[in-house]
Structures are given as C-alpha cells and as structure tokens.
C-alpha cells in the first residue's frame, strides 16, 4: 500500500508539468479541425487491466504516466513510469505463474497514429523498458498496444485498445484492455 500512494504521489507531481502548444500546423497547405493532433507535449494517464494468459485465473491492474513529444501527426516518442499489481494470479495446479506480483516500470514509448479526416484515430504502440523487481524472473518489459483515440478538441482525447504485455523472454503474456487520457 505504500509502494502505491508513493506511486500515485509521483505521477500527480509528473502531471503538473506545464504543457505548450505549438500553433503551426504540419501542413500549411490543408486545414485542420479540431481533434488533430499537434505537434508538441503531450501526456497520457493510462489504467489497465491485464490478465497471464498463460495462468488459470487471475487479473491486475496497471497504471501508467507517458509524457513526451508529438513528432508529427503520424509519431510520438516519449518516456514513462508505471505501477502493475497481479492478484489472484494462480494456475489450475495452485501455484504462481508470477511469483512477484508487484513491478514498477520505465520504458520508452513510441506511437504510431494513423490520422483520419475525423476525430477517430488508430494506433499501435510499443514500449520497451525494465520492470522493478523483476516480475517471473524478467527485467525486461516489452508492450504492444493497439488502440483507438477519440479527440474530445483540439488537446484533449480518449484512448482505448486492448495492450499486451511480455516480462522477460518465455515468461507468461499478459493481455488486457485499458483506456486512457490524453492532455
């Protein structure tokens, strides 16, 4: 519980960071409508629920904070921390499938946006990082998100998609959907 409200406690102070927004656009020559996305920061706050695939039952909760730069209207690379809790998660043969159930994370993320003449856009992610302790005996994080934002204007939108998550090489897939904020 503590390892949760420092987390929380990190990612309010990361989320008073002061944003810009830069007022040329991509393109000069085609005009934009509100929903597009700009280039400049951006942040996401995510909350997921993924679940070992591999495990009998079992789910978590994740939560994460990205920040970062919105390249174009196609890329966006940035760095972010996340806080992910397995509970509940045991095989049919009543032992873990994670023996460590809570990981802090820090990856780099890169998006890729496929832009729209609407206010609905696809896009896949990946992120590659370290998870801290090691969750079954893996450092390393690797996740793939596939998802969907919705501009709410010109700076705000919601993401959806369902995100897949892999904690070292040979270890149990987590897969699960999440929905997020961007600012």
């Given at each position: 519980?503590?390892?949760?409200i ?7 102070i ?17 005009e934009?409508e509100?929903?597009?996305?700009q ?8 909350i997921g629920?993924p ?5 009998g ?5 994740s ?5 970062g730069?919105?390249?174009s209207?196609?890329f966006?690379a ?13 095989d049919y043969w009543?032992?873990d ?12 993320d ?16 990946a ?11 893996g ?37 699960g ?7």
């Open positions: 519980m503590k390892k949760f420092i987390l929380l406690a990190v990612m309010t990361s989320l008073s960071a002061s944003a810009q927004l830069a007022t040329d656009s991509f393109s000069e020559d085609r934009r509100d929903g597009w996305l280039q400049g920061y951006r942040g996401f706050l995510e629920m679940c070992p695939v591999q495990c039952r079992g789910e978590g909760v939560i994460k904070t990205t920040h730069y919105q390249f209207e196609w966006f940035g760095l972010g921390i996340g806080y992910t809790n397995f509970v509940h998660i045991e009543d032992y499938c994670y023996p460590k159930r809570d990981s802090f994370n820090a990856f780099g890169f998006k890729l946006t496929i832009p729209t003449e609407s206010r609905f856009y696809p896009y896949l992610e992120r590659f990082g370290i998870a801290v302790p090691a969750v079954y005996d450092v390393f994080f690797f996740e793939v998100p596939v998802g969907c934002r919705v501009a709410l204007n010109d700076k705000l939108g919601i993401n959806a998609g369902v995100s897949f998550q892999l904690y070292g090489w040979g270890n149990p897939l987590a897969v959907p999440f929905v997020s904020f961007d600012f």
